[in-house]
């Protein structure tokens, strides 16, 4: 089992930052793409960014310009650095992992969400 722990949440006003965090643990065989999704009230969960192993990084149109993602890949961290922070950006903020067996299972883990509110 891959377990995902999730930091950095918190209430924040319009215009302001917060510094999302997620390690992953466990029982790691080789860790493709890591990233965050996000999952307002009333809405589908959503891409926000993605990191993969190997390429580019990749951001939801709402959030370029304003969201970095990074990745550490000895440590098997990855962040999401949120600037300009709008209310529309209020949601759970989900840690993204998938892990790679080495006889080819692809399994999908979750974090457990932390909750983002852009509020006045």
């Known amino acids: 089992q891959v377990q995902l722990v999730e930091s950095g949440g918190g209430l924040v006003q319009p215009g302001g930052s917060l510094r999302l965090s997620c390690a992953a643990s466990?029982?790691?065989?080789?860790?493709?793409?890591m990233g965050w999704y996000r999952q307002a009230p009333g809405k589908q969960r959503e891409l926000v960014a993605t990191?993969?192993?190997?390429?580019?990084?990749r951001y939801a149109d709402s959030v370029k310009g304003r969201f970095s993602i990074s990745r550490d890949i000895a440590k098997n961290t990855v962040n999401l650095q949120m600037n300009s922070l709008k209310p529309e950006d209020t949601a759970v903020y989900y840690c993204?992992?998938?892990?790679?067996?080495?006889?080819?299972?692809?399994?999908?883990?979750w974090g457990q969400g932390t909750q983002v509110t852009v509020s006045s």
């Open positions: 993204y992992v998938q892990n790679l067996a080495p006889w080819g299972q692809v399994r999908d883990n």
């Open positions: 466990g029982i790691i065989f080789s860790i493709n793409t």
């Open positions: 990191i993969p192993s190997t390429g580019s990084t």
